[in-house]
């Protein structure tokens, strides 16, 4: 089975400033995920000047702020793209970035990322899809806010441009930032599987670690998660992000889950083997049997220990001749 690819969205919790971004990439590396996620943007590109806040942001940032302005201060730009880079290499993880425009896709390009990450919201945008279908790079698609034709279009650009279809894994998403729990439709993400045969995994906006656990325990592939320093921060997404010791426990419950996923073939465990004959039973003399005697179900009775004759055969032996003589609870 492959490892599970888990995916630490830092996003733009680093409020603009390369140190706290090198921070978040340093609880990332200490948590021991895959990858550390930024987002690659132009504010003129991203939002027009009169752009609405969604309510989430509007409860995070401050109130006067127009959409723009918040965006405009969250970019990061080349210079600090190639810092962050080498600072991720220096630490042995991978640096990932969602890009939200064109210019956005042909610097990441530049800068030589294996893996697209395409948001929920740029699921229905043709020409940025076709753009990402064309580098022929391994992709992960989220999917919050879709339905599955328009999955089904996106997978399809992102095919028909040239991006080869065991390249793509597709994330099942809800974009509400915190998601309640009744709206996270786990099943969703068998759904996109099983319909497009292809990877599938969970970018998570729930408060907590259960449901990505849970989504592992289902086949998940990838897990993406927002995380900070402090959910106290002051910007949009702080709040509904782990905190390092959160993004540590998300980590290792979702190793444990795969690792106790297993193989699927029923049998006993090395560990367990040994437990066998202390656990199971055997057909043992009730009272003292002399030789001769019928074993019938007046003198015999099935304890413990297992390793004398198995309690299925208990047909077989009523009825039959004792052979010797038996003290009470001695083994037939």
């Not at 992960?140 to 999955?151: F, K």
Request: hydrophobic letters at 35%; glycine letters at 6%.
């Amino acid at each position: 089975m492959r490892k599970v690819f888990i995916i630490a969205e830092a996003g733009v919790n680093h409020n603009g400033s390369i140190e706290l971004a090198k921070k978040l990439i340093d609880v990332a590396v200490e948590a021991k995920v895959d990858a550390v996620k930024f987002q690659t943007f132009k504010a003129e590109n991203l939002v027009s000047k009169n752009a609405q806040k969604a309510d989430y942001q509007k409860e995070t940032t401050s109130k006067e702020e127009s959409q723009f302005e918040m965006i405009k201060k969250l970019e990061l730009d080349v210079k600090t793209h190639k810092e962050l880079i080498s600072y991720c290499n220096s630490k042995n993880i991978m640096f990932l970035s969602t890009p939200f425009d064109h210019d956005s896709i042909e610097l990441l390009n530049d800068l030589g990322l294996e893996i697209f990450k395409i948001p929920s919201g740029e699921i229905t945008n043709l020409p940025y899809l076709r753009h990402i279908g064309k580098l022929n790079k391994k992709v992960i698609l989220s999917t919050g806010m879709a339905n599955i034709g328009e999955i089904e279009d996106a997978i399809d650009i992102l095919i028909n441009s040239g991006t080869k279809k065991e390249n793509i894994t597709v994330l099942h998403a809800n974009t509400e930032y915190p998601t309640p729990m009744e709206d996270v439709n786990l099943r969703a993400m068998l759904t996109i599987g099983n319909t497009f045969d292809i990877e599938f995994g969970y970018s998570d906006h729930t408060l907590g670690i259960e449901v990505p656990t849970a989504a592992v325990a289902l086949g998940a592939s990838c897990i993406e998660k927002h995380f900070t320093l402090d959910k106290t921060m002051e910007g949009p997404d702080h709040k509904a992000s782990l905190e390092p010791d959160e993004l540590k426990a998300m980590v290792k419950a979702v190793r444990n889950i795969e690792k106790a996923l297993g193989n699927s073939v029923k049998k006993p465990s090395q560990s367990e083997s040994k437990n066998k004959p202390i656990a199971r039973k055997s057909i043992v003399a009730k009272s003292r049997i002399k030789k001769g005697e019928v074993l019938n179900e007046n003198n015999l009775v099935i304890k413990r220990p297992g390793n004398g004759i198995s309690p299925m055969r208990w047909d077989e032996v009523i009825g039959t001749i004792a052979s010797k003589d038996y003290k009470e609870d001695e083994l037939i």
